[in-house]
């Protein structure tokens, strides 16, 4: 089992900014793409960013293109999501986990973003 725990979630204003951060252990964390993923109620789970294993390549999702940030220290085994100028509809518990390679799901952290 893959244990994945992510924490930084928090109330923010919208402009404010947020840095999530995601832990792994159980795999070799440094031969995973990694992602950041995100439920807002009612809504299905989706893709917010996503790095590869080495970190020479990454992708976002449009609505947050130019906004967050996604980066990985190996060594550390974690993968931290950069939030900034939030709006409201960033509103969802975040999660991460595997691009192509998914373990069980974390608890996931929650951001709020109020208007």
């Known amino acids: 089992q893959v244990q994945l725990v992510e924490s930084g979630g928090n109330l923010v204003q919208a402009g404010g900014s947020l840095r999530l951060s995601c832990a792994a252990s159980g795999y070799m964390f440094a031969n995973l793409g990694m992602a950041w993923y995100r439920q807002a109620p009612g809504k299905e789970r989706e893709v917010v960013a996503t790095i590869s294993s080495v970190g020479?390549?990454?992708?976002?999702?449009d609505s947050v293109k130019g906004r967050f940030i996604i980066f990985r220290d190996n060594a550390k085994?974690?993968?931290?999501l950069q939030m900034n100028s939030l709006k409201p509809e960033d509103t969802a518990v975040y999660y991460c986990n595997g691009v192509y390679r998914q373990f069980e799901w974390g608890q996931g952290t929650q951001v709020t973003v109020s208007s």
């Open 77 to 80: 085994q974690t993968v931290d």
């Open 56 to 61: 020479g390549t990454i992708n976002y999702a």
